[in-house]
């Protein structure tokens, strides 16, 4: 049990400092337009909130984009589609941009 206790003392420090020196999380930069066929803009209420789960990596470029929530199913391809060519600010550490996690929601009114 000391053990354990030591070992985080030691860490913690290490911790506290690298959080100093982030920015805040990635923030978009660009967007596109939401390209949907005329049955999805039938389908689809006409105001949608799609959740997306998405890595933003060094370049500012999103990878693994995923769909979290969606109020329906034809908006997410043309959604993730779409965030995937998005470009963002990446979050910086140590003054080098780093690969981040991120949430993003996306209001689809059409």
Known sequence: MRRIFITSALLSPLLFSA????TPPATVLSSTDITLSSFAQDAAPQNAEVVLSLNVDENGKAQDVQVVKSAN???DEPVAAAVRQFRFRPTMLD?????SDMTLTIFVQH
Do not use: I, R, S
Request: proline residues 8%.
């Open 73 to 75: 199913h034809f908006l």
């Open 95 to 99: 003054n080098k941009p780093v690969t």
């Open 19 to 22: 959080a100093a020196l982030a």
